[in-house]
């Protein structure tokens, strides 16, 4: 019998690391705080909760995160494989019906024999045995204290992102909207719903001017461009919407047969298509200004918000200075993050980093050679990424082809070179020992 590994955090990372090391027969004591904690984000009990977004973004291979999901379905991942069992409409996007979703991760995870769930919140980090840590960008303020304390004069950051507010289908006015994906890309599985200037403008005004709900501590500096509130972006200038979420590139209206001045667009949140998100429409503004503010927008002046957005705080490491490739703390190797605490951005991302620290660990603990994923695919940029002790001013990324090495030669063509690197990409996570 193995030693058992504790994995804190029931999310994507816990979850992927929890299977990854049960399937290879090494137990598994899985703590998650849900049901008897939550943050303000979390709406449900069940594990793997998408907080930001529906959205598993970019399904195509000419992208990184589009790579990096391919390799994970060759690695056996089960975030991706409950997530292609209960996809949604999104144009080409990897879209869920996330309540099916988050249902079908806690079905694996609870009804394995080698993984033992316990509730409860872990409020120090365990001082001996196996270790993950993948509590999250919503890590308790317990446990990130206690976190805090292990690593002394490290750095260690945090800071804030928010996530968007949804509406019933049945209460956009649809007669002011039409559905589309942009330049008419994969299925119209976007509602589109069009400002003119005069329009927008005034919407601009008030989003830039409306009340934000008080978070302390919260700076626009602070803001990961990634997933930067939406009146933070109305607070740039003028035409920084236009460029950003309301860009009206290639939605020409079916009425007019002419590009809007902006575009809102909704996307799917369930499987019936009876929610939708405001895509890019994070938000920290008080609620009753959220329902005054966003009902500006002709399609959504009847709009019925099912949640509104939330702000809540993000934690993560300085990881360059303190993990290693595997996710390992440099110096306690029995100790390892994996998610969004580690500094890599994004629920595919974050379900990267869980299954290559499980499939590292259960190496270690099989006593066989590490895999060494290479800098050539996606998911061995990523954790080098992290580790690379040269980034400076280290911040969340997103995995992109600019982390992963150049292809010593020309191809024509961004496209025709992304998919150059996604090709290479594969090949040699096809060459890799990592069963």
């Given at each position: 019998m193995y030693e058992t590994v504790t994995i804190i955090g029931g999310g994507l990372a816990g979850c992927e690391a929890a299977w990854q090391l049960a399937k290879r027969d090494i137990p598994v004591v899985l703590w998650e705080m849900k049901p008897?904690?939550?943050?303000?984000?979390?709406?449900?009990?069940?594990?793997?909760?998408?907080?930001?977004?529906?959205?598993?973004?970019?399904?195509?291979?000419?992208?990184?995160?589009?790579?990096?999901?391919?390799?994970?379905?060759?690695?056996?991942?089960l975030i991706l494989r409950c997530a292609d069992e209960h996809r949604v409409a999104a144009g080409g996007a990897l879209a869920v019906d996330r309540v099916a979703f988050s249902q079908a991760i806690t079905d694996a995870i609870r009804n394995h024999p080698n993984i033992t769930v316990r509730e409860?919140?872990?409020?120090?980090?365990?001082?001996?045995?196996?270790?993950?840590?993948?509590?999250?960008?919503?890590?308790?303020?317990?446990?990130?204290?206690?976190?805090?304390?292990?690593?002394?004069?490290?750095?260690?950051?945090?800071?804030?992102?928010?996530?968007?507010?949804?509406?019933?289908?049945?209460?956009?006015?649809?007669?002011?909207?039409?559905?589309?994906?942009?330049?008419?890309?994969?299925?119209?599985?976007?509602?589109?719903c069009p400002l003119s200037q005069e329009e927008y403008l005034a919407f601009w005004k008030e989003?830039?001017?409306?009340?934000?709900?008080?978070?302390?501590?919260?700076?626009?500096?602070?803001?990961?461009?990634?997933?930067m509130p939406v009146e933070v972006m109305a607070r740039r200038g003028e035409q920084t919407l236009c460029f950003g979420p309301l860009k009206p590139r290639g939605l020409p209206d079916p009425k007019t047969g002419k590009e809007p001045y902006a575009v809102v667009q909704l996307r799917r949140d369930n499987a019936m298509g009876s929610v939708y998100n405001l895509v890019g429409f994070q938000?920290?503004?008080?609620?009753?200004e959220q329902k005054r503010v966003f009902s500006m927008i002709p399609a959504l002046k009847h709009a019925e918000f099912l949640r509104y957005g939330v702000m809540h705080r993000n934690t993560y490491l300085n990881s360059p200075k303190l993990l290693d490739r595997y996710y390992r703390?440099?110096?306690?190797?029995?100790?390892?993050?994996?998610?969004?605490?580690?500094?890599?951005?994004?629920?595919?991302?974050?379900?990267?980093?869980?299954?290559?620290?499980?499939?590292?660990?259960?190496?270690?603990?099989?006593?066989?050679?590490?895999?060494?994923?290479?800098?050539?695919?996606?998911?061995?940029?990523?954790a080098?990424?992290?580790?690379?002790?040269?980034?400076?001013?280290?911040?969340?990324?997103?995995?992109?082809?600019?982390?992963?090495?150049?292809?010593?030669?020309?191809?024509?063509?961004?496209?025709?070179?992304?998919?150059?690197?996604?090709?290479?990409?594969?090949?040699?996570?096809?060459?890799?020992?990592?069963?």
């Open positions: 008897e904690k939550k943050t303000p984000a979390h709406h449900s009990d069940l594990f793997g909760e998408l907080v930001c977004s529906n959205s598993l973004r970019s399904d195509q291979l000419e992208n990184a995160v589009g790579l990096l999901k391919e390799e994970l379905r060759r690695l056996d991942s409860g919140e872990v409020t120090q980090v365990p001082a001996e045995g196996q270790v993950i840590v993948a509590s999250g960008p919503l890590t308790s303020d317990a446990l990130a204290q206690s976190i805090a304390q292990h690593f002394p004069d490290s750095g260690y950051l945090h800071f804030y992102d928010a996530a968007a507010p949804l509406v019933t289908f049945e209460s956009i006015d649809m007669d002011s909207a039409w559905f589309a994906s942009r330049y008419d890309k994969g299925t119209a599985d976007y509602i589109n989003l830039r001017e409306a009340q934000e709900a008080p978070v302390h501590g919260f700076e626009d500096k602070n803001v990961f461009e990634g997933c938000t920290h503004l008080t609620w009753p703390v440099k110096g306690d190797e029995r100790l390892m993050f994996a998610g969004q605490i580690t500094g890599v951005e994004g629920y595919v991302e974050s379900t990267a980093s869980g299954c290559l620290a499980a499939l590292e660990l259960a190496r270690r603990i099989e006593g066989k050679p590490p895999i060494d994923f290479p800098q050539e695919t996606a998911i061995g940029a990523l080098l990424y992290i580790s690379h002790e040269g980034v400076e001013n280290f911040q969340p990324m997103n995995v992109n082809f600019g982390i992963m090495p150049p292809l010593g030669y020309r191809v024509k063509g961004k496209r025709n070179k992304n998919a150059a690197l996604s090709q290479r990409a594969l090949e040699a996570l096809d060459g890799l020992d990592w069963r």
